[in-house]
């Protein structure tokens, strides 16, 4: 058609197309936000004019000098939210399929807080005063709900807390292998990473002990509930002497409790920061993985001067989180329907653990998962000394099945070669299986 005409009636097109009334709206406002149809209300829809084409782009290498030598690495996290392609089935996602989450009574929940009075008012900075409360009874431990920053998810926490600790250029201690948004936070922070080992039961606390006294590091950073990729709990008696590692280097530790709600069986164990006594854990808290992508509410937990300074920095950064947001957080986590949410969910993702695990077993059976998760989204699995992960990977996506390649997980060289396969991003059990025998294939090709 050209520029200026009027397209034929939303009956003709749906009839012409055989799509829904729905189908062919989205289609339509597609086409609008790219410029190539142009509404206009009352009239009908119209194919817009054509820009003209600029004779030539600008020259932009001007910046190259300017902005220097830093640059920030995104291609890990990008490759945890990238768009599965069509047919692919998803052994790779960070969080757990649609089907799983509590969509029905996050739009309820949503609508109520639209329709509160002050919906539309600028929030504490810090927070809502119910949602700071809440948080900190969700903890169990001593935290008083002044020791709350609510943040704009977990992500913006971690990146507020490594900035606010540790200067530029400076070491900070990470697990290895640890969450890859971690490692790309660090690093685009300027940080010095320096890997501390971790086994079956969590980080090494001689070996971490060993660390602070060879880098006088003043920051550890780990994930001592259902770790990410491994899904290790942090033994209960190593928790005393991870604390006590720090103490004696003066130094903090960032506890990222992300799958706190991931739970299979039973309840997580309690956070370290129930252990803390001298204000040496800052905490970090996430409803998203439980809930929904969007809802990106979470919460950092600090008592003392380093409150202070993370408040100041969360205030520079974004002001605050919209109060639309919290409200709906609080709404859904207040109501019967959040609990009853946890229970589903801890069910699925235990027959999709177990699932997973079996059809490995089948397929599979020269790779290794050595621990079977308590909590979480993943399994962690070690491969056969002669696979490549990043090689089996890019097969893997060729052949209809995403997976995550071990290596970017570790922040020096990797001891091994490992996957960590997503038992929560698939549609069902029945695409768990088909995803394994896809890889199977990928591996034997």
Request: proline share 8%; with cysteine; glycine share 8%.
């Amino acid at each position: 058609m050209r520029p200026g005409e009027r397209l034929p009636s939303t009956r003709e097109l749906t009839a012409r197309y055989g799509v829904s009334p729905v189908t062919l709206s989205r289609a339509l406002a597609a086409l609008a936000a790219e410029g190539v149809l142009v509404t206009r209300p009352g009239s009908g829809t119209y194919v817009a004019e054509r820009a003209a084409r600029a004779a030539e782009p600008p020259d932009l290498s001007w910046q190259t000098l300017a902005l220097g030598d830093r640059t920030i690495d995104t291609t890990s996290v990008a490759f945890l939210l990238q768009t599965e392609p069509s047919g692919a089935v998803s052994l790779a996602g960070g969080y757990p399929h649609p089907s799983l989450l509590p969509n029905r009574a996050l739009s309820a929940a949503l609508a109520r807080a639209g329709r509160r009075p002050d919906a539309s008012e600028r929030p504490p900075t810090a927070g809502l005063p119910a949602l700071r409360a809440w948080f900190a009874r969700s903890l169990g431990a001593a935290v008083s709900p002044e020791d709350v920053l609510v943040t704009g998810g977990a992500q913006a926490a971690l990146s507020a807390a490594f900035r606010a600790i540790v200067p530029s250029g400076a070491p900070v201690l990470l697990e290895s292998p640890t969450y890859i948004g971690a490692i790309a936070v660090a690093r685009a922070a300027r940080l010095r990473t320096v890997p501390v080992p971790t086994d079956e039961h969590g980080v090494q606390p001689d070996l971490l002990a060993a660390a602070f006294a060879a880098t006088g590091a003043r920051l550890f950073y780990c994930q001592p509930t259902f770790h990410n990729p491994t899904g290790a709990v942090l033994a209960s008696h190593r928790r005393a002497q991870v604390l006590d590692a720090a103490r004696q280097a003066g130094a903090f530790v960032i506890e990222d409790d992300f799958a706190r709600w991931l739970a299979h069986e039973r309840p997580a164990p309690p956070s370290l920061v129930s252990d803390d006594t001298d204000g040496r854990v800052v905490h970090i808290a996430s409803l998203t993985k439980a809930t929904s992508p969007n809802l990106r509410v979470g919460a950092l937990i600090a008592r003392g001067p380093v409150a202070e300074r993370l408040r100041a920095l969360r205030l520079v950064d974004d002001f605050f989180v919209p109060r639309l947001l919290q409200e709906a957080a609080l709404e859904f986590v207040s109501a019967p329907a959040w609990r009853a949410h946890l229970s589903r969910l801890a069910g699925a993702l235990a027959e999709r653990r177990a699932a997973l695990l079996a059809a490995l077993a089948d397929h599979l059976p020269d790779v290794l998962v050595s621990r079977l998760p308590a909590g979480g989204l993943h399994l962690w699995a070690r491969l056969p000394d002669h696979v490549d992960d990043l090689k089996l990977a890019a097969q893997a996506r060729a052949a209809g099945v995403l997976v995550s390649p071990g290596r970017p997980y570790f922040s020096a060289e990797p001891p091994g070669a490992y996957l960590r396969l997503s038992f929560a991003a698939a549609g069902d059990v029945g695409e768990l299986r088909e995803g394994v025998h896809r890889l199977a294939k990928a591996l034997s090709g």
